[in-house]
């Protein structure tokens, strides 16, 4: 359902309609940012990033702004659901751009956030900490929230009532009936039904996965059992974002004698804000330095790592690859995998774990340490639950890429939502409801923001060029005109396209073409026009190469004028 460019685009609402849209978050797993829109009011849910696949020089991706900037004067808040990055990564750039007069968040999350702000100490924020019986009124809406079970403390969905009944948003959640934490909570959902819902917004990620993500409680008993069979040092790679998978590893280590090295900025920074909070605890002298460990022997020894997605940069890539400056694999170590591959990952962590095994290590991928309900979100039995229990008479798949959308509307037309009533939305792309119906039929302005390390936005075109001369390289030809008239052959220089010396005669096809491009162009046109004979030979020789190797480098020619 590609209908963004069909939709015409509004830069400002001016009607009493309620308003839904995502500026990220749909047809994609991060940067989630959701609007709500009545009249002259706005109320933010989330404000993420997304990391991207393969880097070109960037970290990571944030959402277009512009309808925020130019609607700032409706903003009331913007609401955080839990501390994951794909939540709040984005708020530096979001308050630096646009005008948020406060931002609500409960625990961890205010620790992450604040956490993060350190690193831009000229902003300025109004964080405001909620808690389970909070209530926010304002004109149009009334916000309140509903305690989730997720991979990390804290998890809420938020409820917002509007006139035209309840609209709620899950956040990132699952259903765990025995849970580390504070149980989910039901009662307010039935509530919530009870009064009537307008609108669910569900989190999409795990739809397309059938059985019951494992409690954490179960996953506890685990981890001690895998702890108690091995006997070297225990080398654990898991996402730092697993707050309750970090404690439990810690627990398990403690049990067992066991002292923990951290290694990873982020696990560094979770475990950090984590223990100030009160969420990971240890007894006194649990974590040891690089200095201290080595003086311990093996089976007393547990190091917590990044890595668990063969990141090239993290920890375990560089301990795998020899090149850690402070640990180097003996035989005896086991590594253990926590976290299963995010799809598009899996090559990178092969090579991690063959070099692991080479280096004379044990690895262990598949336990029921393994997460493989990637990070705590609800599979199709508990999606069923939620909107069992919400009874909502709208719904929109939110927290997923397209295919995951399309299955939990499936998932919610089995439990009874009108066909008519579903809608698997596109970024930007807005639902407006009233008492009559329901209808897309607009778009607000979304995009892609593109942030590099020294946290400058980079053009989406330098991107895209960045791309190809990755993937096709590129290739120079430089002529040499006096007179109108070529004084010399063209010469071809390339760079990541064909190694020279072994293609001299694709390399003399070429200049034979770029040649007779020019030639040709120099007969036609009396006037050269220097913009248009660079275009005019870069498409010739574009398609003239794509022919004879199927590739596309960036072709840049260049014209040196002789007097
Ligand atoms: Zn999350
Ligand atoms: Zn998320």
């Known amino acids: 359902m590609n209908t963004n460019k069909k939709l015409p685009l509004v830069k400002r609402f001016n009607d009493d309609n309620f308003k839904f849209f995502s500026l990220g978050g749909l047809g994609e797993v991060g940067k989630n940012m959701y609007i709500f829109e ?80 350190k690193e831009f100490p000229n902003l300025k924020i109004d964080l405001n900490e909620f808690n389970d019986n909070s209530v926010y009124k304002f004109k149009n809406f009334e916000v309140s929230f509903f305690r989730t079970n997720h ?15 309840y609209v709620l948003h899950t956040g990132d959640f699952k259903f765990d009936f025995t849970p580390l934490g504070k149980q989910s909570d039901y009662y307010k959902l039935t509530q919530y039904s009870k009064k009537g819902v307008k609108l669910l917004l569900s989190d999409s990620t795990n739809s397309q996965i059938t059985t019951f993500a494992p409690s954490e409680k179960d ?25 309750y998978r970090v404690q439990q590893i810690i627990e398990a280590s403690v049990t067992h004698g066991r002292k923990i090295i951290i290694f990873g900025r982020s696990m560094e920074k ?16 649990t974590f040891i330095t690089a200095k201290e460990f080595p003086h311990l022997p093996p089976e007393k020894i547990t190091i917590l790592s990044t ?30 995998f926590s976290s299963s591959a995010i799809p598009g990952n899996q090559e990178s962590i092969n090579n991690t774990i ?38 909502p008479e709208y719904f929109v798949p939110v927290h997923g890429e397209f295919a995951m959308q399309r299955t939990h509307i499936d998932i919610a037309i089995r439990t009874g939502v009108d066909k008519d009533k579903c809608f698997a939305l596109e970024n930007g792309q807005v639902l407006t409801l009233n008492h009559k119906e ?126």
């Open 38 to 117: 009545i009249g002259d009011e706005i109320i933010i849910i989330d404000s993420g990033i997304l990391f991207p696949d393969s880097s070109f020089g960037i970290d990571y991706l944030i959402p277009d702004y512009t309808y925020l900037k130019e609607n700032e004067d409706k903003i009331l808040g913007l609401f955080i659901t839990h501390g994951h990055e794909d939540h709040i990564g984005g708020i530096p750039y979001l308050l630096k751009n646009v005008k948020v007069p406060k931002v609500y968040a409960n625990g961890l999350a205010i620790g992450l956030i604040n956490n993060k702000l």
């Open 270 to 285: 979770t475990i950090r804000v984590g223990q100030q909070l009160g969420y990971i605890t240890a007894p006194k002298g």
């Open 151 to 165: 991979s990390i403390p804290d998890s809420f969905g938020i409820a917002l009532l509007t006139k035209y009944g």
């Open 354 to 391: 063959n070099k692991l095994f080479r280096a004379g290590a044990e690895v262990i991928v598949n336990s029921p340490l393994t997460d493989t309900h990637t990070s705590g979100h609800a599979s199709a039995d508990e999606l069923k639950l939620m909107l069992v229990l919400t009874q």
């Open 438 to 563: 329901g209808i897309v039929k607009s778009r607000v302005q979304a995009g892609t923001v593109y942030i590099d390390s020294n946290r400058s936005i980079i053009d989406g075109t330098i991107i895209k060029e960045r791309k190809l001369l990755a993937e096709d390289g590129m290739l120079t030809a430089i002529f040499t005109v006096k007179d109108r008239k070529q004084i010399a052959a063209p010469g071809i220089v390339s760079r990541g396209f064909i190694y020279m010396k072994n293609s001299e005669e694709l390399v003399s096809n070429i200049q034979k073409k770029a040649k007779e491009t020019l030639d040709r162009y120099l007969k036609t046109h009396k006037v050269p026009n220097f913009t248009s004979v660079k275009g005019f030979i870069s498409n010739e020789l574009s398609n003239y190469i794509y022919e004879l190797t199927e590739r596309k480098p960036i072709i840049i020619p260049i014209i040196m004028q002789i007097e």
């Open 219 to 243: 996953i506890s008993m685990s981890i001690r059992n895998i702890f108690s069979q091995i006997q070297g040092r225990i080398i654990i790679a898991t996402f730092a974002s697993n707050v």
């Open 307 to 336: 890595g668990s997605q063969g990141e090239p940069l993290a920890a375990l890539s560089r301990i795998a690859n020899g090149t850690h400056r402070q640990i180097k694999i003996i035989p005896g170590d086991t590594i253990v």
